[in-house]
């Protein structure tokens, strides 16, 4: 079957995304798929909400996630149309990729958190400043006045390095010792509104396999140091055939405080980072309907229990 990418939203204005538009589109989805529930699962910082939309009632449970970093907020687009699309093959009880999508649902509980950073994501879009002083935000960023770079969160700390994972082992080798744009862990693991939010949210809803949308490489990572998780090779195998995207581990920079690391570490169960498109940083939004096409396999395969009969 033919994957049909179409979408009844517009994702962009301007070339650009923001937390009002997603927000909008969210309310949007679950009107339009009764199945879809959305809450709301912590507060940013800022006191934007951090949202999750769910679908399924089935005993295994995956958890999706985009933009931890703000200049990667093209994530949160690539989650939010792979929502859409994953409904519409329910929907039409579409069999896709030899699953049949419309017994899914009793399968399958899906989680999606697309847009973890909203506030980094509001800085990096848009230069918003309601409730942080321009000139601090502006010495973070080595004093450009344009963020487009920016991957922390409002308070400067990179969400991706803040989880309990390889916390202590970073700090020290870390070049970063304060607040920045990028690559400061932050006083302590969890020590940040969002990814305390999604750490908990992962502790209540104890899920078999999460997958963390980050840009750019066309690359999939699996593996958190020597730690061997059941099934994950397996998987990470059938990912990368599917999408077309290679499989690497990363160095020793990279492998630290990420929350597929944190993942992996604590639940022992498959996580992975999936690096979307390619080039630098916010990447082309043109990229947008080919990073579907790869990504979507993915997510629907995921569904796939390995360790039973299917
Ligand atoms: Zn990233």
Known sequence: MLLDISTKFTYLQNEKYSFRLMEKQLLTLVKQYPFLTLSEIGKSTQNRPIYCLSLGRGKRKIHVNGAHHANEWITSIIIMRSIEIICRLIQDKSVYLDVNMSNLLERLSYDFVPMVNPDGVELCVNGDINTYDLNYLKQLNEGELN????????????????????????????????????????????????????????????????????TQGEVIYWTYKEISIANAKEYATIFSKASGYSLDEPDLMAASGGYKDWFILHFRKPGFTIECGHGENPIEVTQINSILTHTLPILVLASKDLGKEE
Not at 165 to 176: D, L, P, Q, T, V
Not at 178 to 200: H, K, M
């Open 147 to 214: 963020f487009s770079r920016w991957k922390a969160n409002i308070r400067g700390v990179d969400l991706n390095r803040n989880y309990n994972a390889g916390f202590e082992e970073y700090s020290m080798i870390s070049e970063k010792k304060g607040p920045s744009y990028a690559f400061y862990q932050g006083e302590a693991a969890e020590s940040e509104a969002e990814s305390r939010t999604l750490a908990n949210l992962t502790r209540k809803r104890q899920y078999d396999m999460v997958f963390a949308y980050h």
